[in-house]
């Protein structure tokens, strides 16, 4: 139980276009779905929290208008990184929070590989 | 501001040899201390969740121990697919947020 899932694992694109990304939980339904980028060798880092049918919440410095976040659903949320340039190549992961859950785990998915020419 | 403080930053062990990875974390009122293990390329996969000091928790060769200033993932005759990078987050009162250590990187040597 418990899984996440991301689409998709890896894209390629080109400078100045824009890229979405889909996180779904397939077997639970998640209150609070977060956003993390990872850079090689260093740890997760959080970019913002989104709650089903509200505007999300950004960490600081993250900038709000280039990485839109959608939480439609209790299960989906999508992260688009909109005119990627190569400094947003990254590696993209995204975790839930079970609506069932008393305790406080985050479950991962498996990430997405972002690589911006 | 919550920090997370992961030591070593890698570990090699031969197989079978036991050893204890090290979270020393600074939080303003702790809700929760999580464990992760990952692999390359993957996301995190969830171990333990630890909430007060005293509280243990074991899964197969690995037992998490909790005090009110650090956590040890101890690893009991560790075998080659225990190899990963093993994280720990902790968690405010009062918010949702994880906040991440760097991680240990954890090598078994057949």
């Known amino acids: 139980g418990a899984v996440v899932s991301q689409h998709p694992s890896r894209v390629i694109c080109k400078s100045g276009t824009s890229v979405k990304i889909e996180c779904r939980s397939l077997d639970f339904q998640a209150t609070t779905m977060f956003w993390y980028r990872q850079f090689p060798k260093q740890s997760l880092m959080l970019m913002a929290t989104?709650?089903?049918?509200?505007?999300?919440?950004?960490e600081q410095g993250v900038e709000k208008d280039k990485f839109l976040i959608n939480h439609a659903s209790l299960t989906l949320s999508t992260l688009t990184v909109t005119s990627a340039h190569p400094e947003d190549s990254s590696f993209y992961i995204c975790?839930?929070?079970?609506?069932?859950?008393?305790?406080?785990?985050?479950?991962f998915g498996p990430g997405t590989r972002l690589t911006v020419l | 501001e919550d920090q997370v403080t992961q030591s070593p930053e890698a570990l090699r062990l031969q197989e079978g040899e036991s050893s204890s990875l090290n979270c020393s974390y600074t939080?303003?009122?702790?809700?929760?201390l999580f464990w992760y293990r990952q692999d390359p390329g993957k996301g995190p996969e969830f171990l333990f969740t630890?909430?007060?000091a005293g509280e243990e928790k074991e899964k197969e060769r690995l037992k998490a121990t909790l005090t009110k200033k650090e956590s040890f993932l101890h690893i009991t005759a560790p075998k080659p697919e225990d190899s990963a990078t093993y994280l720990c987050a902790v968690q405010a009162r009062g918010n949702e947020k994880l906040t991440f250590g760097t991680g240990t990187r954890l090598t078994i040597i057949p």
């Open positions: 975790s839930a929070r079970a609506a069932f859950s008393s305790y406080n785990e985050q479950f």
């Open positions: 989104s709650n089903e049918g509200s505007k999300a919440t950004y």
């Open positions: 939080v303003s009122g702790l809700r929760g």
């Open positions: 630890l909430y007060s």
